[in-house]
C-alpha cells in the first residue's frame, strides 16, 4: 500500500518535470531498453550503431550519460535517473539538436511511474530472468513492471524470440498497442546470427544477442545492413563488463558487473571458453544486502557447478552481517557438490580435483587471496558483482571502491 502511494507521489513528479521542460521526448525518438542482463550493453551498441550511421543522438546507461555532446558519469548504484534529471537531459538532447535517444529503464522505474510522461518510441526488452523479487514480491510482478515499457512503446518493441518464461507470457499482452513485434535469437525469431554472421570484438552469445537486439532496433530505423554491421562490430564493450585487465601474469583477470543469477551463469560460460589447458575458472562474488535474498543459493549453486574456485565475498553488505550472506550462497555452493575450505589452508585447494569454495568478506583481501595464493598459469579469474561501481556500502556509509584499483593493488603485493 505504502508503495503504492509513492508510485502516485513520482507519477506527478514525473509529469511536474516534463511539463517544466516542455515535454522534450515528444521531439526525439526514444529508445528505452529494459531486461535482466545486458540492460546496459544493449544501450552502448545502440549508441555506438547510430554514431557510426552519423546521427546525432544521446544516451543514458547505469554507467555513462552522453547527452548533448557532454558526458556526465553516472557510476554509483544508478540505472534511471529520477525524473526532474531524466527530463533535464532529454531537454538537453533536444537544445543539442539531436535526433535519437537511448535510455536505460529499470524494472524500479517502470514501477515507479518516473519514466512516466516520457514518450518511448521502440521499446526493447534484452531478456527476463529471475531478480528483483525484494522490491516487486513475485515474478509476475516485475515482469508486469518491464512489461510497461513494451506496452508504453508507441511504435516498435523489440523481445527476445525464448526470452519470455512462460509463467508470465500471459502478462505480455502488449500485442494491441503496438504497430510492430521484432524477435530477435541466436536461431530463431526474426533477427538471428545466421543472418548477421556478427564477429564481434566482446566475447560470449549474450552480447550475440544483445547486437541482435541492437539490430533489430536499427532495422526499424531504417538504417543500412552495413552500417548496423560496422558499428556493432566496432563495439569494443565498456567498463566493467568482461573487461581484461591487463597483469603481465601467466593468468588472465577479468571484471564483470555480474550479479544476477543468470548473468553469473552466461559470464562464466564464456570464461570457460577462455581457459588455457591445465587452467581453471576462479570467480569472486558476493550478493547485495536489501536486495533480492532468494538469488543467493542460486548463484552459488551455479559457481560451485561451474567454477574450479569460488570466493565469496562483500559486495555491498549494508546494515546485514557480511557472514549471513556469504553463508546462504554458500549453501548453493554445497549443495552443487562444492566444498568449502579454510583460506588459511588454501594448498588443498590447489591438489583437490573438487570444486572448492572460499569465504573472504573483506573484498580487498578476497582479490589479494586470489591473486597472490590461488592463481596459476592459464587461470581465469573473474571478479564479479561490482564492475564499473565506485562505492562499496557498509552500514549505511558509501565507502570509495575501485575494482581496478583493487587489481592492481593485489598485482603490486604480488610482486
Known amino acids: 500500500m505504502w508503495q503504492g502511494i509513492k508510485n502516485i507521489y513520482h507519477y506527478f513528479v514525473a509529469m511536474a518535470a516534463a511539463s517544466w521542460y516542455g515535454f522534450p521526448s515528444n521531439k526525439l525518438i526514444v529508445i528505452g531498453v529494459t531486461g535482466t542482463d545486458?540492460?546496459?550493453?544493449?544501450?552502448h551498441m545502440i549508441y555506438q550503431m547510430l554514431k557510426a550511421a552519423h546521427k546525432k543522438v544521446s544516451m543514458v546507461s547505469t554507467i555513462a550519460a552522453v547527452v548533448g555532446g557532454k558526458t556526465h558519469e553516472t557510476g554509483l548504484h544508478v540505472t534511471t535517473p529520477d525524473p526532474f534529471l531524466l527530463q533535464k537531459f532529454l531537454k538537453q538532447a533536444v537544445d543539442h539538436g539531436d535526433t535519437y535517444f537511448v535510455l536505460e529503464v529499470s524494472s524500479h522505474s517502470l514501477d515507479q511511474n518516473r519514466v512516466a510522461f516520457t514518450h518511448f518510441t521502440v521499446g526493447?526488452?534484452?531478456?527476463?530472468?529471475?531478480?528483483?523479487?525484494d522490491y516487486h514480491k513475485?515474478?509476475?510482478?516485475?515482469?508486469?513492471?518491464?512489461?510497461?515499457?513494451?506496452?508504453?512503446?508507441q511504435e516498435v518493441v523489440v523481445i527476445p524470440f525464448d526470452g519470455i518464461p512462460k509463467e508470465v507470457l500471459p502478462y505480455a499482452d502488449f500485442n494491441n498497442t503496438t504497430k510492430e513485434i521484432i524477435t530477435f535469437g541466436l536461431s530463431k525469431g526474426k533477427e538471428i546470427q545466421r543472418n548477421w554472421?556478427?564477429?564481434?570484438?566482446?566475447?560470449?552469445?549474450y552480447n550475440i544477442l544483445n547486437a541482435?537486439?541492437?539490430?533489430?532496433?536499427?532495422?526499424?530505423?531504417?538504417?543500412?545492413?552495413k552500417t548496423i554491421l560496422q558499428g556493432l562490430e566496432k563495439f569494443t564493450g565498456i567498463p566493467g563488463r568482461f573487461e581484461e585487465i591487463k597483469t603481465g601474469k601467466n593468468f588472465r583477470v577479468i571484471i564483470d558487473f555480474a550479479h544476477k543469477?543468470?548473468?553469473?551463469?552466461?559470464?562464466?560460460?564464456?570464461?570457460r571458453k577462455y581457459v588455457q589447458e591445465k587452467g581453471r575458472v576462479i570467480v569472486m562474488y558476493g550478493c547485495a544486502s536489501e536486495r533480492d535474498i532468494l538469488k543467493r543459493p542460486m548463484m552459488g549453486a551455479i559457481s560451485g557447478r561451474l567454477a574450479e574456485i569460488t570466493v565469496l565475498t562483500d559486495e555491498d553488505p549494508r546494515w546485514e552481517d557480511?557472514?549471513?550472506?556469504?553463508?546462504?550462497?554458500?549453501k548453493g555452493c554445497r549443495d552443487a557438490g562444492a566444498v568449502e575450505v579454510e583460506h588459511h589452508k588454501y594448498r588443498r585447494a590447489l591438489k583437490t580435483k573438487k570444486h572448492v569454495f572460499f569465504k573472504i568478506p573483506n573484498r580487498q583481501k578476497a582479490i589479494e587471496f586470489i591473486i597472490k595464493e590461488l592463481a596459476q598459469e592459464g587461470d581465469i579469474i573473474l571478479l564479479c558483482g561490482k564492475g564499473h561501481e565506485k562505492s562499496i556500502s557498509y552500514r549505511g556509509i558509501e565507502e570509495p571502491w575501485s575494482e581496478?584499483?583493487?587489481?592492481?593493488?593485489?598485482?603490486?603485493?604480488s610482486s
Request: charged letters at 15%; aromatic letters at 4%; proline letters at 2%.
Open 38 to 43: 545486458g540492460k546496459t550493453t544493449t544501450v
Open 124 to 133: 526493447v526488452l534484452t531478456n527476463l530472468s529471475h531478480e528483483h523479487l
Open 138 to 153: 513475485t515474478f509476475a510482478n516485475y515482469a508486469n513492471a518491464k512489461f510497461k515499457l513494451l506496452r508504453a512503446a
Open 197 to 205: 554472421q556478427f564477429h564481434l570484438a566482446v566475447p560470449g552469445d
Open 212 to 225: 541482435l537486439a541492437a539490430a533489430g532496433v536499427g532495422n526499424v530505423l531504417g538504417l543500412q545492413k
Open 261 to 271: 543469477p543468470n548473468a553469473l551463469e552466461q559470464v562464466l560460460k564464456s570464461a
Open 322 to 330: 557480511s557472514i549471513k550472506i556469504l553463508s546462504e550462497i554458500a
Open 404 to 413: 581496478h584499483a583493487a587489481v592492481r593493488q593485489a598485482l603490486e603485493a
